[in-house]
């Protein structure tokens, strides 16, 4: 028995979301079980780190398998590739230790998401970002994320109301602009239901001056989704990294 | 009557090209005639700056367009926009001169195609670059583009027979390449069928070494097309710029 951590980027605009669905053929998580159990010969589950949302794309996700038999990293990275649609691929496939699981192993993760603020959606980015035609304010961002970071109850930037716990990590939210591009990165322990989405709609109103800095921060008191900002469409969201300790755990 | 001219972008992925055809809305053009006549209430004809490929890209495509009645820009860039699919964008309207048309009082054009070198293909270029895995010897590129600038009889360079003159004029080709991106720029009076596609196989035959330079130079005086170099795919070709005399004729 072997254990692979299996580095993964999707487009996922024709997707409904990572996680396997019956009756569908339009989950990513979906179509790898059924393409390496095709080529394996046996049923084969991938876990990956976490869910994405129909639509949230991955430059960088992780899911971890376990196959017997003999298998080498190329079973991955050539012939699953080749197999595969070619919205979806396997960056890199490595063999780690036994016990080894993407998402009860992740100690962090990085989320990216895009605006373009240009006045016309631009025809080739339209996919791979949220088309959003107004002035932001990127200094009022700056400081309303500065309000999120750290360890705080996110219960009122969720959309989930039975979560265990709501308490969660934000290591940073770095805000760049580059003439009509706007990237918002998130770093963090995890993220709860949608949670990155309302934080960067809930940041987009500040940056619109339609909201203040200290609204910002009142939400992780009162927990009250009602107060905070927008959901932020999927299309803008990228999974970019899961990070693991350094023994690869 | 007011003559406008259009600058159109669009991905091409979805069409079979900009040309409108008989029983099919697959086509810019097309769909630009029955959008904007349908606005207008009465039959509008446009004219391109040429036709592109199935599959080609435009970032600066022109078109010009008589209206009779009052219209504005904003007829184009608004109304027309909101109606359009998101794969094309009306990016300006002008209004110019009488008699201006953008295929015949066009002086010059520039497309550019782009090639993915890593060794997969990145999933949010894939509709936008031919992944084209393989090490390219830059220099010797940029060594057999100077065989190809200035004006030469390009009979050899397309896979259409029966143009009435194959000559044209290449002013510049830019080789430029940036980790695993390689771009070609070419800037000429005007372009016969496939020709900027199969400069660019043959180009990329030479960044292999699988041809001399000399071989390039060759093509145009045998003006033998199987001594030219492979079809490129359309995905990687932008039609970029169109140039017009300052007086915008």
Redesign the interface.
Known sequence: MRTYKLTI???GTRYQGWQRQANTDRTIQGILERVISEQAGYPVEIDGSGRTDAGV?A?GQTASVVLSGITSESFF?EEI?RILP????I?EADLVKSGFHARKSAVGKVYEYRIDTGT?????Q?R?CFHFPHELDLDIMRRAAEKLKGTHEFAGYTDKKDEKSTKRTIYDIIVSGQGSSVTIRYEGTGFLYHMVRILTGTLLEAGLHQRTVESVAEVLLTKDRRQAGFLAPARGLFLREVHYDQRGR
């Open positions: 980027a999707y487009d794309h430059s990275t590739n070619e919205d979806i691929r960056l016309k959606p631009d025809v080739f339209r791979y």
